[in-house]
C-alpha cells in the first residue's frame, strides 16, 4: 500500500485489508515522505496488528519505488495492491484466491471495481463501464498493448510472476501499471472475475486529474509498447500509432500527430479512423 498524503482516506483502506475474511496476510505500507499525518496514522494501527511493515520515504521517491519497496519486503504466497486511498470488500482475497486455486494455469487474477467519490459515496459506475465493459480472460497482451482495462488494487498474483526480478517501471509517473500488467501478460494468463470486490475512490487528487501529463504518459508508454514488442501484429501496431496520433492532436501537437495517422496506415492500410483523421486536419488548414 503506498501512500502519500492520503491520511483523510487512510483508515478506511487499512481495514479493508486487516478485516479480510482470509486473514493470513501481511500489509506493507510504505509512506512516500506524507507532509499530512499518514505516517501517525500508520504507526497507530502498526502499534496494534503486528500484520502491518512499515516503510518510510526521507523524500518523495513517486508511486513505483513505493510499490517496488513493498514488493522487495513482502514474504507472501500471492501479491497484491491496495492504494491507500481505494477499499478492499472483505471477502476479496478469499474468493481471488479460490479462483486461483480452482484454475492453476491462471497466476493473475483481477475483477470489477464500484467507483465511489472522496466521501465514500458511489456514483453507481463500475470500472468495467468506463473501459466498455472490457473483460477478456487469458492471454489478454494483445488487447493490453490498446488500453490499461485493469484497475491496480483489484489484481491479485503468484509470487511466481516476480521470479524474474519483475518490479514497476520507476520512469514513469503515470501508467506505470499499464506497463507493468503488460509485461505480466506476456507471459501469464490472467483470469476476470465479474464481481465488485474493490471500491475504487476518486478524487481531485486522482492521478488522471493531470488531464496534459496523462497524455504525455500514455504517449510514452505506447512508444514503449511498440519498441519492446516491434512483433507485435500489424493491426495492433496500426491502432498503437493511431492512438499516439490521437493523443498528440489532444495536445495541440497536429505535426507529430500527422506523422503517426500516417505510420498506422503503414502498418494497416484499412485503418479507416486514421484515414478521417487526416482528411478532417486537412479540411481545416
Request: hydrophobic content about 35%; some cysteine; proline content about 2%.
Amino acid at each position: 500500500m503506498p501512500c502519500y498524503n492520503h491520511s483523510r482516506f487512510l483508515c478506511e483502506s487499512i481495514e479493508g485489508v486487516l478485516g479480510q475474511t482470509y486473514d493470513n496476510l501481511e500489509l506493507i505500507i510504505v509512506d512516500d515522505f506524507s507532509d499530512d499525518n499518514s505516517v501517525e496514522i500508520i504507526e497507530k494501527y502498526k502499534n496494534i496488528d503486528s500484520r502491518i511493515k512499515f516503510i518510510y520515504h526521507s523524500s518523495n521517491m513517486g508511486v513505483s519505488k513505493s510499490r517496488n519497496d513493498a514488493i522487495s519486503l513482502s514474504t507472501g504466497k500471492y501479491i497484491a495492491f491496495c492504494d491507500a486511498d481505494d477499499i478492499w470488500e472483505r471477502n476479496k482475497i478469499e474468493v481471488q484466491l479460490e479462483a486461483l486455486e480452482q484454475q492453476a494455469d491462471y497466476d493473475v487474477v483481477y475483477c470489477d471495481s464500484i467507483i465511489i467519490t472522496e466521501d465514500s459515496i458511489p456514483t453507481g459506475d463500475r470500472f468495467s463501464d468506463i473501459h466498455n465493459n472490457r473483460k477478456p480472460n487469458g492471454n489478454i497482451f494483445n488487447e493490453l498493448c490498446l488500453n490499461n482495462f485493469i484497475n491496480t488494487p483489484t489484481v491479485i498474483f503468484r509470487r511466481i510472476c516476480i521470479n524474474n526480478c519483475m518490479y514497476f517501471n520507476e520512469e514513469y509517473k503515470y501508467l506505470e501499471d499499464w506497463i507493468y500488467w503488460l509485461e505480466l501478460a506476456s507471459e501469464f494468463k490472467f483470469r476476470y472475475i465479474d464481481e465488485p470486490l474493490v471500491r475504487y475512490r476518486v478524487h481531485n487528487r486522482s492521478t488522471n486529474m493531470d488531464g496534459h501529463g496523462y497524455k504525455m504518459h500514455r504517449i510514452k508508454a505506447y512508444k514503449y509498447i511498440a519498441a519492446k514488442y516491434p512483433n507485435l501484429m500489424g493491426n495492433v501496431l496500426s491502432k498503437i500509432y493511431y492512438n499516439i496520433g490521437v493523443n498528440y492532436i489532444d495536445l495541440g501537437e497536429i505535426d507529430d500527430g500527422i506523422t503517426y495517422f500516417i505510420e498506422a496506415l503503414r502498418k494497416n492500410i484499412f485503418n479507416y479512423k486514421s484515414i478521417v483523421r487526416l482528411i478532417l486536419i486537412y479540411l481545416k488548414k
